[in-house]
């Protein structure tokens, strides 16, 4: 049940990234083409901003489930799979405590900008600024998520989650590396590791 409602609200999260995304890139093409013809959409620049906060961080919450944000482990991927464990804990819990600041301080800064308008739409700027502190908290969650799954199997060497994602998709998908299953070696049919 609880699997199932997280696969929702996961699915949800992803759709509304993506129209957010799409409404973005459409929004801006369709100012361009209509400047050209003088006939400029005036909300177009104040709505692309709004959705531009949430798509970010929105996006960034899909990323960290999905175990495509950045990272470097050139290193920590020569470790032993318990010291690789080790160190994925230890980034997910620096990564939760920068995220707890930005959710607290997110939040005084969307208050702070509660006052000031948009120039074209009749709503609070506050609504950009509240994107910080509620995509902190998701990515809160997210993160937590991934230290219980980690703790709860540190004994499973094979375990990696940088290869557990909510829905079934390849480690090609996820820039994973099979560096340390194979040895370095390519896999069959030729494909490099």
């Not at 997280?6 to 100012?31: D, H, K, P, Q, S």
């Not at 702070?112 to 609504?127: K, V």
């Not at 998520?145 to 499973?156: A, L, Q, T």
């Amino acid at each position: 049940m609880a699997q199932n409602i997280y696969r929702i609200y996961c699915r949800i999260e992803e759709i509304i990234t993506g129209f957010g995304f799409a409404a973005i890139v459409a929004l801006t093409f369709m100012n361009a083409v209509l400047r050209v013809f003088g006939r400029p959409i005036i909300f177009a620049d104040d709505v692309s901003l709004l959705l531009f906060g949430w798509v970010a961080f929105l996006g960034a919450d899909v990323a960290l489930r999905y175990s495509r944000l950045v990272g470097m482990d050139i290193l920590v991927s020569k470790f032993a799979p318990k010291a690789q464990k080790f160190f994925q804990i230890a980034v997910y819990v620096i990564m939760t405590t920068a995220l707890a600041l930005f959710a607290v301080k997110g939040y005084e800064l969307a208050l702070g900008n509660w006052r000031r308008q948009f120039n074209t739409l009749p709503i609070s700027y506050g609504w950009v600024s509240l994107s910080l502190p509620v995509c902190s908290v998701l990515m809160i969650f997210t993160a937590l998520i991934k230290i219980v799954k980690v703790v709860s199997r540190f004994g499973d060497d094979s375990y990696n989650v940088r290869k557990d994602n909510p829905d079934i998709v390849g480690e090609e998908y996820t820039g994973v590396s099979d560096s340390m299953e194979t040895g370095g070696m390519p896999r069959k049919g030729g494909e490099p590791s």
